[in-house]
């Protein structure tokens, strides 16, 4: 059983910092890690997805790192904005069906404020 | 480029009424899935699809009904709602992919629904 756990809960920077979000799984047999962000009330946006080949994925001010051995990725934002405050979640697919899984398995969430 | 398309964003419904929650794509993907989200307990899966005439359940699928007669159409019913129903509903969506090459999944905006 595949399980995501994101700590912490909740983060506050000052703007310009960088700053790095974590995200832990328990099942190593993985494939790939995505990341979300979501703003209030609103749906997801995807971030970055990263192939379990993929040591690193890298999208503008973002950078996410995958180590299956330690069942750990995580989510570096560099110059942090306010802008960027939202809520990052990460997701692992669970594989239970031939040919693909189609669940996703979520980490709870870390909700990110970023300060001016 | 619409990418998934998630209609009404509000709705009210009292105990024992149905209804259909629409979610479209237009980016000819085969996998489509539903989530809700609810306070500390992240997103689950409700029900999901590999492509047209194909579905399965989920985690949580007591409740709802789901059927996919196009590739880019995928419903979901309330056949009587439920307070326990009130929540936040996510329709995804992703290509079928090659091999181990998980693709990325899109989401909609979200329907947030109340039963009273």
């Known amino acids: 059983k595949q399980e995501v756990t994101q700590i912490p809960a909740a983060l506050s920077v000052p703007e310009g910092e960088n700053l790095v979000l974590n995200c832990s799984f328990t099942d190593s047999a993985i494939y790939n890690l995505q990341w979300f962000r979501q703003d209030p009330g609103k749906g997801l946006t995807s971030l970055l997805l990263i192939q379990s080949s993929q040591r690193e994925q890298t999208s503008g001010r973002l950078n996410a790192s995958l180590d299956k051995s330690s069942g750990r990725s995580t989510l570096y934002i560099a110059a942090s904005q306010p802008g960027d405050s939202a809520t990052y979640l990460c997701a692992a697919p669970l594989y239970f069906t031939q040919g693909g899984s189609e669940k996703l398995v979520f980490g709870k969430g870390t909700k990110l404020t970023v300060n001016p | 480029n619409a990418g998934v398309t998630q209609t009404p964003k509000f709705q009210v419904l009292k105990t024992g009424q149905s209804m259909t929650l629409q979610c479209a794509q237009d980016?000819?993907?085969?996998?489509m899935s539903w989530y809700r989200q609810d306070p500390g307990m992240g997103l689950r899966l409700i029900h999901y699809s590999v492509g047209a005439g194909i579905t399965d359940q989920g985690e949580v699928p007591n409740g709802y009904n789901v059927s996919r007669s196009t590739t880019e159409d995928f419903p979901l019913r309330l056949l009587s709602a439920a307070p326990s129903q009130t929540s936040v509903y996510f329709c995804a969506s992703r290509a079928s992919g090659t091999g181990i090459w998980h693709t990325e999944a899109f989401f909609g905006q979200g329907t947030r629904l109340t039963v009273v």
């Open positions: 980016m000819n993907h085969e996998y």
